[in-house]
């Protein structure tokens, strides 16, 4: 008889329960997040066990991991999209734990992407970096910002990372307001130090793949943000249209209209906020480098704003990478701008 398991897996423990074609309990437990256990509890129904629907919170990799090395099926669910039973007026994670498992035998379960492991560390590396540019950025503003706002003097972020405390000194006779100023500097020095390692190590360990490689002839995209990209999406394939890898990068509307009026909004947060981040990073370049991208936004920039305008751009060069990445071609300006 076939076995269907579902796992509703926290921080700390995990909820297991096994049913089988008729939707009857056959086994469940709880459990603290120990892999051994786990395996235990599964061996006695090793031969019977179609599939374990684990349910994708921020810590799967150590379960999934370890279950598919013990050569287990796994099915990562897509949280998002999964609709919970309205039917029970009482649910808890026994409860949750039964509904995966009632999904994954009916074959509806919703599932997410399994990366690889073996690749896992090339993209965790970059997403970190992503994560101190992040705060560098930070960093650069705010001082920007606190500079300003006391001399009404314009600075460039440039400027800022060739600063000196004496630079702003010079500046901000009140020694107080200085400090505020200045007490940035050797913390943004060392994001930047951290940011270097990180790109030499991602560089060195990371490979673009032959169906990627034309990534680089897009506006914009250089080694960093090319890896990022390709560790990211992974396998292209995934993507059966360019619409879906578009909403994926966050770059789509989220709007819901009926008879052409407003009838809320869906989740503007449901894809990838790394994919977002490094096409937005590639329009910001595009626009510098490239006076067909530049007029673009200008024009944009002419209706709507500076945000939505390099948004836009944003989404162009996304689905431009999409047909890149798929059909390993060359980027191509003329069909992009359209």
């Not at 949750?96 to 993209?123: C, F, M, N, T």
């Not at 390709?230 to 059966?240: K, L, P, S």
Request: charged share 25%; with cysteine; net charge positive.
């Amino acid at each position: 008889m076939a076995l269907y398991c579902g796992i509703d897996l926290h921080s700390n423990n995990c909820w297991i329960a096994i049913i089988d074609e008729d939707q009857k309990v056959v086994r469940e437990s709880k459990f603290g997040n120990d892999l051994a256990a786990i395996l235990g509890f599964f061996e006695p129904y090793r031969a019977e066990l179609e599939g374990i629907a684990v349910e994708s919170t921020f810590n799967w990799y150590w379960l999934v991991d370890g279950l598919m090395d013990a050569g287990y099926r796994l099915h990562l669910t897509n949280t998002c999209a999964i609709k919970q039973y309205d039917g029970l007026k009482y649910t808890d994670d026994r409860h949750d734990a039964r509904w995966l498992a009632h999904l994954l035998s009916l074959g509806i379960l919703p599932e997410g992407y399994i990366y690889p492991k073996q690749e896992r560390a090339v993209r965790d590396l970059l997403r970190r970096r992503a994560f101190l540019v992040h705060k560098r950025t930070a960093f650069l503003l705010s001082m920007r910002g606190a500079f300003e706002c006391r001399t009404g003097m314009r600075i460039t972020s440039n400027d800022i990372k060739k600063w000196k405390p004496t630079d702003v000194e010079q500046h901000i006779a009140d020694p107080l307001e200085a400090l505020g100023v200045t007490c940035l500097l050797e913390p943004m020095a060392t994001l930047s130090e951290q940011i270097k390692i990180l790109e030499k190590e991602a560089l060195k360990r990371g490979n673009l793949r032959a169906e990627f490689s034309s990534l680089k002839t897009v506006w914009g995209i250089g080694k960093v943000l090319g890896l990022t990209i390709t560790y990211e999406v992974g396998d292209i394939g995934r993507f059966a249209k360019v619409g879906n890898f578009a909403s994926y990068c966050r770059l789509v509307k989220s709007n819901r209209l009926s008879n052409g009026k407003p009838k809320g909004s869906g989740n503007s947060k449901n894809g990838n906020p790394y994919l977002s981040w490094a096409f937005s990073e590639a329009a910001h370049f595009a626009v510098r480098y490239h006076e067909p991208a530049k007029k673009f936004v200008q024009r944009k920039r002419a209706k709507t704003n500076g945000i939505v305008a390099i948004r836009a751009l944003a989404h162009k060069l996304a689905r431009a990478s999409y047909y890149v990445m798929k059909d390993n071609v060359d980027f191509d300006s003329d069909k992009m701008l359209q």
